[in-house]
């Protein structure tokens, strides 16, 4: 499986062309090359709770050494086991992170949003990836800092340094969280909990209703609840015969959330 996919990459972009939206673009051929305004950037990095303890003058310095990378959907952004010697910052688009079981079965550990730091381990002294992260149903857009330079970053400002305790703190807490619920619930009871919680942080209410926009497949649920692509389907179908939930390929209605938790 490794091999099928080593190839498919993102891609950095620092050559100039013309201006939209600040950003620089450069097209070459089927090809697309970009590098964004360092304002844009520190103006961007500034809104992570992560980097909060940074000043303007340290904002600028991370800006001007960040580069934009941009990765069509389904690409994969690194591998288990490549050297792990970048940093992301998520701008726009989504991300999962997982790894794969000794079968080939993809684990999902996280989906992330954007305002998000990733491939974070490496600042914890990981020098090769345990984990892929990967573009889901759209183009991704983040910035990419090399670790080393990040450090050093580290260790002019001790501040930063309990920030990205913190971070990883609750990046452990998640998972030891997910390994909880693998253990004390059953497959209906996760699969209800992940609708809950993915409602709650995604979805838009309406009255007593919540309509969640996903971009999910049954596959994808079923690896980030530990359970299989048959038993999600079941339960789906399960729930709508109840008139808890309709759903469709992209979208998850909830009729009333507190009757499903």
Known sequence: MFDEVASLRFSSCNQPGFSTGGILIRKKHNSTTCVMDTSIKSNYFA?????????SVELEQLASIAQLCRAPKFQFIFMPDEVADQVYFLIRGRIKTGTFSMDGREVIKEILQPET????????????????AQALHEDVECLSVKVSD???????????????????????????????????????????????????????????????????????????????????????????KSNLIYFNRNSILIRDIEKLA
């Open 117 to 132: 730091m990733f491939g974070d381990l490496a600042l914890a002294g990981e020098t090769r990836r345990s984990e892929f």
């Open 47 to 55: 809104k992570l709770p992560v980097l909060s303890q940074l000043d």
């Open 150 to 240: 990040f450090l050093q970053l580290m260790q002019k400002n001790q501040r930063l340094i309990f920030a990205c305790m913190q971070h990883l703190s609750q990046r452990l807490h998640r998972v030891e969280d997910r390994l909880a619920k693998l253990v004390l619930k059953d497959a209906r009871e996760r699969i209800i909990e992940f609708l809950v919680e993915t409602a709650g942080k995604e979805g838009r209410r309406v009255g007593y209703e919540t309509l969640l926009k996903h971009h999910l497949t049954q596959q994808d649920i079923a690896n980030l609840t530990g359970t299989s692509r048959q038993t999600v389907t079941s339960v789906l179908n399960d729930l709508r």
